[in-house]
């Protein structure tokens, strides 16, 4: 299998380009990154690119894909939703248009997130935005298309998220997120299962388009 990432510096990026690399079945891993990260390995090629509203540029670096895995996002804390909705939405739609384009039998998997507003018209503006990424993503004539939404995520392997408020919560809740996952499965997922469930489904699809935590976590063993 051929991925393509997108938003492989992020914490659920950095988990899904690890079990990528680590997946015997994946053969190569075209990352599209804004600046470069240093990672290395024989399966990954690292593609730095500066405007994500117009990949045409680096087309032949996304062709002959078979799947894409696109966790790239950011907080809406501090955003209006015109600014949000560019990087949410406007981003998804130019690299799903193109990948589409070169690639008529690709998977598409999506991470938004739990609480996402599939009507578009909720009050929360964050909500609403993810919302309408995944429906357009899923009227899209994709070959398979999915949608992730996990809640709570317990960093796995070294894996850190980049916003400083998650990194402190993830730490002052460490102790307890083992506990709390065996109670909670409908809950809390880990970077590990995330990434390997992702890759699960464009492997082998899934009976559903929308997998909530409790969905992913069943998508894997230990």
């Known amino acids: 299998?051929?991925?393509?990432?997108f938003g492989g510096s992020g914490m659920v990026g950095q988990a899904v380009?690890?079990?990528c690399l680590l997946d015997p079945?994946?053969?190569?891993?075209?990352?599209?990154?804004?600046?470069?990260?240093?990672?290395?390995h024989p399966k990954l090629r690292e593609v730095v690119h500066g405007d994500f509203l117009d990949f045409t540029s680096i087309a032949p670096e996304l062709t002959g894909v078979d799947t894409c895995l696109f966790t790239l996002g950011v907080t809406s804390?501090?955003?209006?939703?015109?600014?949000?909705?560019?990087v949410t939405y406007d981003i998804t739609m130019a690299a799903a248009t193109m990948l589409l384009r070169l690639n008529p039998q690709l998977t598409f998997v999506f991470v938004s997130g739990a609480g996402t507003d599939s009507t578009e018209r909720g009050r929360v503006m964050w909500a609403r935005v993810k919302g309408a990424a995944e429906n357009a993503l899923l009227r899209m004539p994709f070959k398979g298309a999915y949608m992730f939404r996990p809640a709570a995520i317990q960093p796995l392997h070294g894996i850190r998220?980049?916003?400083?408020?998650?990194?402190?919560?993830?730490?002052?809740?460490?102790?307890?997120?083992?506990?709390l996952r065996r109670l909670f499965p409908q809950y809390i997922t880990t970077t590990e299962k995330l990434g390997r469930a992702m890759?699960?489904?464009?492997?082998h699809g899934a009976p559903k388009q929308v997998l909530e935590s409790k969905d992913i976590n069943e998508l894997v063993t230990e």
């Open 1 to 5: 299998m051929r991925v393509v990432l």
């Open 17 to 19: 380009l690890h079990e």
């Open 25 to 40: 079945e994946v053969e190569r891993v075209v990352s599209v990154v804004r600046r470069a990260t240093g990672a290395q």
């Open 77 to 86: 804390a501090g955003m209006s939703e015109q600014e949000y909705r560019r």
């Open 161 to 179: 998220s980049r916003t400083t408020s998650y990194r402190i919560a993830y730490t002052i809740m460490s102790p307890l997120l083992p506990l």
């Open 199 to 203: 890759i699960a489904v464009a492997k």
